[in-house]
């Protein structure tokens, strides 16, 4: 149980082109899903937090113009990485705690979108 | 003080070795806990959740200590399999994850 789907897998776009990425639970109702974004040999650093039905809220520096997070079912969180450029090239990973889950917090990750932009 | 401190290694050991992670926390009101592994270039795996004052499961062994905000990880009989970078993660009340640097683990053969 506890599947996190992410698609696409990767990614090539050049410069200026927008790339939606959807990050889907499969097996449970996700009301928060998060968006991480990892650099080479860098942590995780959460850019966003989706919740089901409202506006995302966003880390600070992260440009919600720019990264745009829709979180339009129980089950399926979308960015869009919005006139890409070369130095968006990263790993991007959602997240997502199960709504029944209660107490327990813990998060199941999706396998993750690498995204180069040419 | 960081969120989250992690030796970010690389811990290099032979293969049947025991080793031993330690992870500060800042935020003393952090219930719950996660050790997750992270292999290259892939997402992160939940290996292991704490909610008490420890928990063990096969070779891996999670130790929390709340008075000194510290939480450990021990791998017993290290198999190669067990090479990757090891994630802890406090919860912040059921809101966000903030992840460390994690710490970098290469059994050798």
């Known amino acids: 149980g506890a599947v996190v789907s992410q698609h696409p897998s990767w990614v090539i776009c050049k410069s200026g082109t927008s790339v939606k990425i959807e990050c889907r639970s499969l097996?449970?109702?996700?009301?928060?899903m998060f968006w991480y974004r990892q650099f080479p040999k860098q942590s995780l650093m959460l850019m966003a937090t989706?919740?089901?039905?409202?506006?995302?809220?966003?880390e600070q520096g992260v440009e919600k113009d720019k990264f745009l997070i829709n979180h339009a079912s129980l089950t399926l969180s979308t960015l869009t990485v919005t006139s890409a450029h070369p130095e968006d090239s990263s790993f991007y990973i959602c997240?997502?705690?199960?709504?029944?889950?209660?107490?327990?917090?813990?998060?199941?990750f999706g396998p993750g979108t690498r995204l180069t932009v040419t | 003080r960081k969120e989250v401190e992690q030796d970010p290694g690389p811990f290099n050991v032979p293969e049947g070795a025991t080793v031993a992670f330690n992870c500060t926390y800042s935020?003393?009101?952090?219930?719950?806990f996660f050790w997750y592994r992270q292999d290259c270039r892939k997402e992160p795996k939940l290996l292991m959740s704490?909610?008490?004052s420890g928990n063990e499961d096969g070779r891996f062994t999670a130790q929390l200590n709340r008075a000194s905000q510290y939480i450990s990880l021990l791998i017993r009989d290290s198999k190669l399999s067990d090479s990757a970078t090891y994630l802890c993660?406090?919860?912040?009340?059921?809101?966000?994850?903030?992840f460390g640097p994690g710490t970098r683990l290469s059994v050798l053969p």
């Open positions: 935020n003393s009101a952090s219930q719950s």
């Open positions: 997240s997502a705690r199960d709504r029944l889950a209660g107490v327990i917090y813990e998060q199941y």
């Open positions: 993660v406090p919860d912040n009340y059921g809101q966000n994850f903030v």
């Open positions: 989706s919740n089901e039905g409202s506006k995302a809220t966003y």
């Open positions: 704490v909610y008490s």
């Open positions: 097996d449970f109702q996700a009301t928060t």
